[in-house]
């Protein structure tokens, strides 16, 4: 793969700056990449909300993480081929204002946040329901509550203690999982029995109503959860404009996290459907807590109930970074509230962190108001800026691709694979997955979609505000 790094895009080489990253240190180093990228690929839409998915798809919930693992194959390769074109800490925003326009980059800029507001709400959310496990007569609002705060401290600290803190939780993800694949594969070959809940084996897959017991659509329908489940790997774009070295470093942290999604994702979910029969699984706990209290280790569930814990954390944590940088793209553009663009002494974006912050504490009220509902609530919206954004990245790939045969610019080695036509076949996936959410009899769902047309009107009325304010400074300076 040492050939990836030799072709550089004119006038972005490795020497070349970017006004993006001004004022960022390069603080993140080799070793926390690699393992953001991993850390972006696990989080609680595995480790929380594979539980619920499999008691309503059954065993068929892993046809919906192949084919959203599929999508996101691609959507790493075209992230790859735009920030080897040219790394930035703006990331697909940067992207989509240079081959799209400038308001396709506002748009996909807030669409982003959104997702990452909404997910940051869901992580914290997930993190007040592992708590509860062991302190059930603690308010889960409370738990929401110190969680964002000690997340939000050590995000306005520095980005090299975000980084380190990030590497070791991903690290104790990453062993879990591993944990986890080597038990279940040990029990699913030996056939051992799980508690009193029968024996591991592929039986368990077509056992108990069948591969499919409640039909093919309601894989289809769970494939908007799912889409949130992988909806973090694109973390490590952003994180390109605060790497040392980045064109070495990001071609293999990206695919990296390729074949970590088909062993972490798809072959977890495989065993969890295999290990214990999919109607003993259920949204209000962890599957892999599930698993290792029904194995009757003493402790073993609880350490798996803190490893979860973690991760809820990690992801929120990386949320706050990438929210951060992002809104100072914006703000730098004048497309977000000056705040947002402000940089303290230690290279933190802690205006657009802290902006971030105040929307989560809405998270801290919906654990108040809907303790219940709160985690699907904010899966849900989150899901549209998902899909906005994987949509962006594949068709700024396309854009790049034709610059490049017209001769304007120079492809770099990493190249998306079958360009255009897999931009296209994935695009076609994600637009289904919204529109599956229509006909979804899930008001959760329906809740976030009656939401699109709001978010489409409050980013165009903001858009005519943007586009005014510059011709009037225009004017004044003519």
Known sequence: MDSLELKTSPGNGAGGSNTEDEGYAKSLSNR????IAIGGAIGVGLFLGAGGRLNSAGPALVLSYAMCGIAAFFVMRALGELVLHRPTAGSFVEYAREFV????????????????????????????????????DVPQWITALVALAVLLAINLLSVKLFGELEFWFSVIKVLAIVVFLFVGVALVVTSSGVGTTGNAGVHNLTDHGGFLP???????????????AYSAIELVGIAAGETENPRKVLPKAINGVIWRIGIFYI??????AMVLPWTLYNGDQSPFVTVFSALGVPGAGDV???????AALSSCNSGLYSTGRILRSLANKGESPAFTGRMSSRHV??????????????????????????????????????????ITLLYCQIQLRKRAKRGELERPSFRMPGSPYTNWAAIGFLVLCLALMVLSDDWKQQLSIALAPALAVVLAVGWKII????????GVEA
């Open 32 to 35: 926390q990449v690699q393992m």
């Open 101 to 136: 326009g400038p308001w396709a980059g506002y748009a996909s800029g807030w669409m982003y946040w959104v997702n990452w507001a909404m997910t940051g709400i869901a992580e914290i959310t997930a993190a007040a329901i592992y708590v509860h496990k062991w302190l059930p």
């Open 214 to 228: 409640n039909g093919f659509p309601v894989v289809l329908m769970a494939l908007q959860g799912v889409i949130f």
């Open 267 to 272: 072959g977890s979910v495989l065993l969890l």
């Open 304 to 310: 798996m109930n803190a490893v979860v814990l973690t």
């Open 349 to 390: 974006p802690y205006g657009g962190i802290l902006f971030t912050a105040v929307i989560y504490l809405f998270g801290v009220f919906l654990n108040y108001w809907v303790p219940k509902d709160a985690f699907d609530i904010a899966v849900n919206v989150a899901s549209l800026g998902v899909v906005t954004t994987w």
């Open 467 to 474: 586009q005014g304010r510059r011709r009037n400074r225009e």
